[in-house]
Protein backbone atom coordinates (compact mmCIF):
# COMPACT_ATOMS: atom_id res chain seq x y z
CA UNK A 1 0.00 0.00 0.00
CA UNK A 2 0.58 3.27 -0.25
CA UNK A 3 3.20 4.76 2.07
CA UNK A 4 0.94 7.72 2.71
CA UNK A 5 -2.06 5.60 3.64
CA UNK A 6 -2.88 5.37 7.27
CA UNK A 7 -1.46 2.29 9.34
CA UNK A 8 -4.32 -0.09 9.63
CA UNK A 9 -4.93 -2.08 12.76
CA UNK A 10 -5.67 -5.78 12.59
CA UNK A 11 -5.11 -6.14 8.87
CA UNK A 12 -4.08 -9.16 7.85
CA UNK A 13 -1.08 -9.50 5.79
CA UNK A 14 -2.64 -11.46 2.50
CA UNK A 15 -5.78 -8.47 2.67
CA UNK A 16 -2.69 -6.06 2.44
CA UNK A 17 -1.77 -7.73 -0.39
CA UNK A 18 -4.50 -7.67 -1.98
CA UNK A 19 -5.38 -4.66 -1.53
CA UNK A 20 -2.29 -3.41 -2.89
CA UNK A 21 -3.07 -5.47 -6.12
CA UNK A 22 -6.64 -3.57 -5.75
CA UNK A 23 -5.16 0.07 -6.38
CA UNK A 24 -6.62 2.06 -9.53
CA UNK A 25 -2.58 3.43 -10.01
CA UNK A 26 0.86 0.84 -9.01
CA UNK A 27 3.27 2.77 -7.83
CA UNK A 28 6.65 1.64 -8.06
CA UNK A 29 6.59 0.93 -4.62
CA UNK A 30 3.33 -1.09 -4.47
CA UNK A 31 5.28 -2.86 -7.44
CA UNK A 32 7.97 -3.65 -5.24
CA UNK A 33 5.74 -4.57 -2.63
CA UNK A 34 3.97 -6.93 -4.68
CA UNK A 35 7.08 -8.92 -6.18
CA UNK A 36 8.59 -8.75 -2.89
CA UNK A 37 5.37 -10.74 -1.20
CA UNK A 38 4.56 -12.97 -3.57
CA UNK A 39 8.24 -14.33 -4.83
CA UNK A 40 8.99 -16.54 -1.82
CA UNK A 41 5.44 -18.00 -1.51
CA UNK A 42 4.72 -21.83 -2.36
CA UNK A 43 2.19 -23.37 -4.22
CA UNK A 44 -0.28 -24.30 -1.01
CA UNK A 45 0.02 -20.31 -0.13
CA UNK A 46 -0.44 -18.94 -3.79
CA UNK A 47 -3.69 -21.18 -4.15
CA UNK A 48 -4.67 -19.80 -0.44
CA UNK A 49 -3.91 -16.22 -2.06
CA UNK A 50 -6.40 -16.89 -5.04
CA UNK A 51 -8.68 -18.46 -2.88
CA UNK A 52 -9.20 -15.13 -0.75
CA UNK A 53 -9.17 -13.08 -3.42
CA UNK A 54 -12.13 -14.95 -5.13
CA UNK A 55 -13.60 -14.94 -1.53
CA UNK A 56 -13.46 -10.99 -1.27
CA UNK A 57 -14.58 -10.42 -5.18
CA UNK A 58 -11.41 -9.12 -6.96
CA UNK A 59 -9.73 -12.30 -8.47
CA UNK A 60 -9.96 -9.95 -11.91
CA UNK A 61 -7.99 -7.42 -10.36
CA UNK A 62 -6.01 -9.27 -8.77
CA UNK A 63 -5.02 -11.11 -12.23
CA UNK A 64 -4.57 -7.85 -14.16
CA UNK A 65 -1.66 -6.83 -11.61
CA UNK A 66 -0.09 -10.25 -11.38
CA UNK A 67 0.47 -10.27 -15.16
CA UNK A 68 0.77 -6.55 -15.52
CA UNK A 69 3.58 -6.73 -13.20
CA UNK A 70 4.76 -9.89 -15.23
CA UNK A 71 5.12 -8.88 -18.28
CA UNK A 72 8.51 -7.23 -16.71
CA UNK A 73 9.32 -9.84 -14.19
CA UNK A 74 8.55 -13.32 -15.52
CA UNK A 75 9.36 -14.64 -11.97
CA UNK A 76 6.33 -13.29 -9.73
CA UNK A 77 4.52 -16.32 -9.62
CA UNK A 78 5.02 -19.50 -10.80
CA UNK A 79 3.44 -20.85 -13.91
CA UNK A 80 1.42 -23.17 -12.25
CA UNK A 81 -0.01 -21.26 -10.19
CA UNK A 82 -0.30 -18.01 -12.99
CA UNK A 83 -2.30 -20.74 -15.22
CA UNK A 84 -4.68 -21.22 -12.17
CA UNK A 85 -5.42 -17.65 -11.86
CA UNK A 86 -6.08 -16.92 -15.41
CA UNK A 87 -8.34 -19.98 -16.17
CA UNK A 88 -10.38 -18.29 -13.10
CA UNK A 89 -10.25 -15.12 -14.46
CA UNK A 90 -10.80 -16.61 -17.89
CA UNK A 91 -13.66 -18.55 -16.30
CA UNK A 92 -15.23 -14.81 -14.62
CA UNK A 93 -15.26 -13.14 -18.04
CA UNK A 94 -17.05 -15.43 -19.99
CA UNK A 95 -19.74 -15.51 -17.67
CA UNK A 96 -19.79 -11.95 -17.42
CA UNK A 97 -20.38 -11.38 -20.92
CA UNK A 98 -22.55 -14.21 -21.23
CA UNK A 99 -24.46 -11.91 -18.29
CA UNK A 100 -24.21 -8.59 -19.64
CA UNK A 101 -26.11 -10.00 -23.30
CA UNK A 102 -28.67 -10.91 -20.82
CA UNK A 103 -28.91 -8.31 -18.87
CA UNK A 104 -29.62 -6.16 -22.44
CA UNK A 105 -32.07 -8.75 -23.74
CA UNK A 106 -34.27 -8.14 -20.30
CA UNK A 107 -33.59 -4.53 -20.48
CA UNK A 108 -35.03 -4.43 -23.65
CA UNK A 109 -37.87 -6.93 -23.47
CA UNK A 110 -39.07 -4.06 -20.73
CA UNK A 111 -38.55 -1.15 -22.65
CA UNK A 112 -41.38 -3.12 -25.45
CA UNK A 113 -43.95 -3.69 -22.62
CA UNK A 114 -43.41 0.26 -21.68
CA UNK A 115 -41.56 -0.66 -19.01
CA UNK A 116 -39.26 1.44 -17.12
CA UNK A 117 -35.97 -0.08 -15.37
CA UNK A 118 -32.77 0.87 -13.86
CA UNK A 119 -29.95 -1.79 -14.16
CA UNK A 120 -27.14 -1.05 -11.11
CA UNK A 121 -24.66 -3.03 -9.76
CA UNK A 122 -23.35 -6.09 -12.25
CA UNK A 123 -21.73 -5.18 -15.27
CA UNK A 124 -22.89 -1.51 -15.59
CA UNK A 125 -21.38 -0.94 -12.49
CA UNK A 126 -18.01 -2.62 -13.85
CA UNK A 127 -18.27 -0.84 -16.69
CA UNK A 128 -18.84 2.67 -14.92
CA UNK A 129 -16.30 2.20 -12.54
CA UNK A 130 -13.35 -0.14 -13.60
CA UNK A 131 -14.38 0.61 -17.69
CA UNK A 132 -14.45 -3.51 -18.01
CA UNK A 133 -17.65 -5.88 -17.88
CA UNK A 134 -14.56 -8.42 -16.79
CA UNK A 135 -12.85 -7.00 -14.12
CA UNK A 136 -15.62 -6.60 -11.39
CA UNK A 137 -17.22 -10.37 -10.29
CA UNK A 138 -20.73 -10.81 -9.54
CA UNK A 139 -23.02 -13.58 -9.38
CA UNK A 140 -26.64 -11.75 -10.71
CA UNK A 141 -28.12 -9.36 -12.27
CA UNK A 142 -30.14 -6.36 -10.47
CA UNK A 143 -32.38 -4.73 -12.15
CA UNK A 144 -34.82 -1.76 -10.42
CA UNK A 145 -38.69 -1.06 -11.55
CA UNK A 146 -41.24 1.08 -10.70
CA UNK A 147 -43.62 -0.33 -7.43
CA UNK A 148 -47.01 -0.04 -10.36
CA UNK A 149 -45.39 -2.44 -12.55
CA UNK A 150 -44.77 -5.43 -10.53
CA UNK A 151 -47.58 -7.47 -11.91
CA UNK A 152 -46.28 -7.00 -15.83
CA UNK A 153 -42.78 -7.29 -14.69
CA UNK A 154 -43.66 -11.03 -13.72
CA UNK A 155 -45.37 -12.07 -16.55
CA UNK A 156 -42.55 -10.77 -18.77
CA UNK A 157 -39.71 -12.53 -17.03
CA UNK A 158 -41.57 -15.89 -16.84
CA UNK A 159 -42.13 -15.79 -20.29
CA UNK A 160 -38.15 -15.18 -20.83
CA UNK A 161 -37.57 -18.50 -19.67
CA UNK A 162 -36.87 -17.37 -16.00
CA UNK A 163 -38.40 -19.47 -12.40
CA UNK A 164 -39.01 -17.59 -9.54
CA UNK A 165 -37.01 -18.42 -6.62
CA UNK A 166 -40.60 -18.21 -4.50
CA UNK A 167 -43.93 -18.75 -5.97
CA UNK A 168 -46.57 -16.83 -4.83
CA UNK A 169 -50.01 -17.81 -4.30
CA UNK A 170 -53.09 -15.48 -5.21
CA UNK A 171 -53.71 -14.79 -1.70
CA UNK A 172 -49.93 -14.18 -0.51
CA UNK A 173 -49.04 -11.66 -3.68
CA UNK A 174 -49.89 -8.36 -2.69
CA UNK A 175 -48.78 -8.99 1.29
CA UNK A 176 -45.22 -10.18 -0.46
CA UNK A 177 -45.02 -6.98 -2.57
CA UNK A 178 -46.09 -4.83 0.37
CA UNK A 179 -43.29 -6.00 2.77
CA UNK A 180 -40.53 -7.23 0.08
CA UNK A 181 -38.52 -4.94 -2.06
CA UNK A 182 -37.20 -7.71 -4.54
CA UNK A 183 -37.70 -11.11 -5.91
CA UNK A 184 -34.59 -13.52 -7.78
CA UNK A 185 -35.12 -15.40 -10.75
CA UNK A 186 -33.41 -18.24 -12.43
CA UNK A 187 -32.85 -19.58 -15.85
CA UNK A 188 -32.86 -22.91 -16.12
CA UNK A 189 -30.25 -23.05 -19.36
CA UNK A 190 -28.24 -20.44 -18.88
CA UNK A 191 -27.99 -20.37 -14.55
CA UNK A 192 -28.43 -16.72 -14.99
CA UNK A 193 -29.78 -14.96 -11.77
CA UNK A 194 -31.51 -11.64 -11.93
CA UNK A 195 -33.10 -9.97 -8.53
CA UNK A 196 -35.55 -7.31 -9.66
CA UNK A 197 -36.15 -4.88 -7.31
CA UNK A 198 -38.87 -2.27 -6.30
CA UNK A 199 -37.34 -0.70 -3.71
CA UNK A 200 -33.56 -0.91 -3.55
CA UNK A 201 -33.43 -2.25 0.40
CA UNK A 202 -35.15 -4.06 2.49
CA UNK A 203 -37.67 -2.48 4.83
CA UNK A 204 -36.14 -3.94 7.51
CA UNK A 205 -33.19 -1.14 6.97
CA UNK A 206 -35.36 1.76 7.41
CA UNK A 207 -33.59 3.61 4.66
CA UNK A 208 -36.62 4.51 2.15
CA UNK A 209 -35.67 6.06 -1.28
CA UNK A 210 -38.10 8.06 -2.45
CA UNK A 211 -39.17 6.40 -5.82
CA UNK A 212 -39.48 9.80 -7.41
CA UNK A 213 -35.89 10.60 -6.54
CA UNK A 214 -34.44 7.80 -8.19
CA UNK A 215 -35.87 8.22 -11.26
CA UNK A 216 -35.90 12.11 -11.50
CA UNK A 217 -32.52 12.18 -13.35
CA UNK A 218 -31.09 8.93 -14.45
CA UNK A 219 -28.39 8.37 -16.44
CA UNK A 220 -26.71 5.67 -19.13
CA UNK A 221 -23.81 3.34 -20.21
CA UNK A 222 -22.52 1.69 -23.16
CA UNK A 223 -22.04 -2.13 -23.03
CA UNK A 224 -21.67 -3.45 -26.29
CA UNK A 225 -23.09 -0.75 -28.03
CA UNK A 226 -26.23 -1.12 -26.37
CA UNK A 227 -27.29 1.78 -23.65
CA UNK A 228 -28.64 0.91 -20.20
CA UNK A 229 -30.09 3.03 -17.89
CA UNK A 230 -28.51 3.33 -14.84
CA UNK A 231 -29.24 4.91 -11.45
CA UNK A 232 -28.10 8.77 -10.82
CA UNK A 233 -24.27 8.83 -9.82
CA UNK A 234 -24.97 10.19 -6.16
CA UNK A 235 -27.25 7.83 -5.70
CA UNK A 236 -26.13 4.84 -6.74
CA UNK A 237 -22.24 5.90 -4.15
CA UNK A 238 -25.19 6.36 -1.34
CA UNK A 239 -26.33 2.80 -2.22
CA UNK A 240 -22.94 1.26 -2.55
CA UNK A 241 -22.21 2.05 0.99
CA UNK A 242 -25.56 1.55 2.81
CA UNK A 243 -25.43 -1.94 1.08
CA UNK A 244 -21.47 -2.24 2.12
CA UNK A 245 -22.77 -1.67 5.73
CA UNK A 246 -25.74 -3.82 5.66
CA UNK A 247 -23.10 -6.37 4.83
CA UNK A 248 -20.69 -5.28 7.37
CA UNK A 249 -18.05 -4.95 3.89
CA UNK A 250 -17.49 -8.26 4.47
CA UNK A 251 -16.36 -8.27 0.77
CA UNK A 252 -13.11 -5.92 -0.11
CA UNK A 253 -14.64 -5.84 -3.48
CA UNK A 254 -17.44 -3.15 -2.04
CA UNK A 255 -15.06 -0.73 -0.34
CA UNK A 256 -13.01 -1.08 -4.06
CA UNK A 257 -16.68 -0.42 -5.83
CA UNK A 258 -16.86 3.03 -3.65
CA UNK A 259 -13.04 3.68 -4.67
CA UNK A 260 -13.52 3.53 -8.52
CA UNK A 261 -17.30 4.49 -8.49
CA UNK A 262 -15.43 7.87 -7.43
CA UNK A 263 -12.67 8.03 -9.40
CA UNK A 264 -14.48 7.47 -12.52
CA UNK A 265 -16.78 10.63 -12.07
CA UNK A 266 -13.94 13.41 -11.10
CA UNK A 267 -17.17 15.31 -11.40
CA UNK A 268 -19.09 14.61 -8.47
CA UNK A 269 -21.65 16.70 -6.54
CA UNK A 270 -20.45 16.33 -2.79
CA UNK A 271 -23.17 18.72 -2.05
CA UNK A 272 -26.48 17.03 -3.21
CA UNK A 273 -24.72 14.41 -2.22
CA UNK A 274 -24.39 15.00 1.68
CA UNK A 275 -28.04 16.25 1.39
CA UNK A 276 -29.50 12.94 -0.22
CA UNK A 277 -27.15 11.25 2.93
CA UNK A 278 -28.91 13.39 5.37
CA UNK A 279 -32.31 13.37 3.83
CA UNK A 280 -32.05 9.16 3.80
CA UNK A 281 -30.24 9.37 7.12
CA UNK A 282 -27.27 7.69 5.92
CA UNK A 283 -24.40 9.77 6.63
CA UNK A 284 -22.39 7.31 8.66
CA UNK A 285 -23.00 5.06 6.58
CA UNK A 286 -21.58 7.25 3.56
CA UNK A 287 -18.61 8.57 5.98
CA UNK A 288 -18.04 4.73 6.61
CA UNK A 289 -17.56 3.44 2.86
CA UNK A 290 -15.49 7.31 2.28
CA UNK A 291 -13.36 6.25 4.90
CA UNK A 292 -12.84 2.55 4.50
CA UNK A 293 -12.03 3.51 0.40
CA UNK A 294 -9.50 5.97 1.94
CA UNK A 295 -8.19 3.97 4.20
CA UNK A 296 -7.64 0.62 2.00
CA UNK A 297 -7.03 2.80 -1.36
CA UNK A 298 -5.79 5.96 -0.66
CA UNK A 299 -9.06 7.46 -1.63
CA UNK A 300 -8.38 11.38 -2.56
CA UNK A 301 -11.50 13.49 -1.26
CA UNK A 302 -12.55 17.05 -0.67
CA UNK A 303 -11.27 18.55 2.48
CA UNK A 304 -14.19 19.51 3.30
CA UNK A 305 -15.45 16.11 3.41
CA UNK A 306 -12.66 14.83 5.66
CA UNK A 307 -13.23 17.12 7.96
CA UNK A 308 -16.98 15.81 8.12
CA UNK A 309 -15.91 12.61 8.95
CA UNK A 310 -13.46 13.36 11.78
CA UNK A 311 -16.41 14.83 13.26
CA UNK A 312 -18.19 11.70 13.77
CA UNK A 313 -16.51 10.22 16.58
CA UNK A 314 -18.31 6.85 16.23
CA UNK A 315 -16.47 6.41 12.60
CA UNK A 316 -13.28 5.05 13.74
CA UNK A 317 -14.38 2.04 16.29
CA UNK A 318 -16.84 1.65 13.54
CA UNK A 319 -13.44 0.47 11.46
CA UNK A 320 -11.72 -1.33 13.60
CA UNK A 321 -14.78 -3.07 14.09
CA UNK A 322 -15.72 -4.47 10.43
CA UNK A 323 -11.25 -4.91 9.70
CA UNK A 324 -11.51 -6.69 12.88
CA UNK A 325 -14.52 -9.00 12.06
CA UNK A 326 -13.94 -9.24 8.15
CA UNK A 327 -9.98 -8.48 7.20
CA UNK A 328 -7.82 -9.64 9.95
CA UNK A 329 -6.28 -12.91 11.06
CA UNK A 330 -9.09 -13.71 13.41
CA UNK A 331 -12.13 -12.80 11.25
CA UNK A 332 -15.08 -14.48 11.95
CA UNK A 333 -17.14 -16.24 9.76
CA UNK A 334 -20.25 -15.70 9.27
CA UNK A 335 -22.69 -12.73 11.45
CA UNK A 336 -24.36 -12.89 14.71
CA UNK A 337 -26.91 -11.12 16.80
CA UNK A 338 -24.16 -9.01 17.39
CA UNK A 339 -24.09 -7.47 14.01
CA UNK A 340 -27.26 -6.04 14.76
CA UNK A 341 -25.81 -3.41 17.33
CA UNK A 342 -22.83 -2.77 14.84
CA UNK A 343 -25.93 -1.59 12.48
CA UNK A 344 -27.83 0.03 14.87
CA UNK A 345 -24.44 2.64 15.83
CA UNK A 346 -24.55 2.80 11.97
CA UNK A 347 -27.31 5.23 12.03
CA UNK A 348 -26.59 8.48 13.10
CA UNK A 349 -30.08 9.55 14.42
CA UNK A 350 -32.23 8.39 17.19
CA UNK A 351 -35.58 7.77 15.43
CA UNK A 352 -33.98 6.00 12.45
CA UNK A 353 -31.98 3.49 14.81
CA UNK A 354 -35.13 2.57 16.50
CA UNK A 355 -37.13 2.68 13.22
CA UNK A 356 -34.57 -0.30 12.30
CA UNK A 357 -34.91 -1.60 15.49
CA UNK A 358 -38.10 -2.16 14.97
CA UNK A 359 -38.72 -3.14 11.71
CA UNK A 360 -35.68 -5.51 11.80
CA UNK A 361 -37.57 -7.42 14.35
CA UNK A 362 -41.22 -7.20 13.14
CA UNK A 363 -40.98 -6.27 9.25
CA UNK A 364 -41.56 -9.37 7.45
CA UNK A 365 -38.78 -10.45 4.49
CA UNK A 366 -38.20 -12.71 1.94
CA UNK A 367 -37.60 -15.98 4.03
CA UNK A 368 -40.73 -15.15 6.58
CA UNK A 369 -42.74 -16.00 3.07
CA UNK A 370 -40.59 -19.11 2.27
CA UNK A 371 -41.07 -20.21 5.98
CA UNK A 372 -45.08 -19.50 5.28
CA UNK A 373 -47.53 -18.61 2.85
CA UNK A 374 -50.64 -16.99 4.68
CA UNK A 375 -53.88 -16.05 3.70
CA UNK A 376 -54.61 -12.25 2.86
CA UNK A 377 -56.25 -12.67 6.32
CA UNK A 378 -53.94 -14.10 7.94
CA UNK A 379 -50.72 -11.28 7.09
CA UNK A 380 -51.25 -9.96 10.45
CA UNK A 381 -49.47 -12.65 11.50
CA UNK A 382 -46.24 -12.43 9.84
CA UNK A 383 -44.79 -9.72 12.79
CA UNK A 384 -44.97 -12.84 15.27
CA UNK A 385 -43.63 -15.02 12.76
CA UNK A 386 -40.58 -12.68 12.05
CA UNK A 387 -38.72 -13.13 15.93
CA UNK A 388 -39.66 -16.52 15.88
CA UNK A 389 -37.23 -17.11 13.24
CA UNK A 390 -34.54 -14.93 14.58
CA UNK A 391 -34.48 -16.65 17.98
CA UNK A 392 -33.97 -19.80 15.83
CA UNK A 393 -31.43 -18.80 13.77
CA UNK A 394 -29.28 -17.11 16.19
CA UNK A 395 -29.99 -18.77 19.05
CA UNK A 396 -30.30 -22.60 17.93
CA UNK A 397 -26.75 -23.10 17.25
CA UNK A 398 -24.89 -20.80 19.98
Not at 14 to 27: D, M, R, V
Not at 66 to 94: H, M, R, V
Not at 191 to 217: C, F, G, M, Q
Not at 343 to 363: A, Y
Request: charged share 25%; net charge neutral.
Amino acid sequence: MNSKQEIIPFLSNNLKFLITCCQAEQSEENIIFIINYISDKNESQLDDLISLSAKHGILPLFYKTIKNISIEDKSIISPTSFAKLKALYIGISQRNMLMSAELIRIMKLFEKHNIEALAFKGPVLSQMAYGDITLRQYGDLDILIKKKDRESMMSIILQAGYIPEISLGKGTKETFFNCVNVIGFHHPDSHVRIEVHWELLSVNYAIDWEEATLWKKTESIQINRHTLPLLPTEQLLLYLCAHGAKHLFERLEWVCDIDRSIISNPGFDWDRLLIEAETLGIKRMLYLGLKLSQQFFNLKLPKYIHEEIAQDKTIPELINKVIQINFSEASKQGKSYSSFGLLWHMRENLRDQLRFTWRGLFSPKFDDFVFIQLPKHLAFLYPFIRPYRLIIKYFKHS
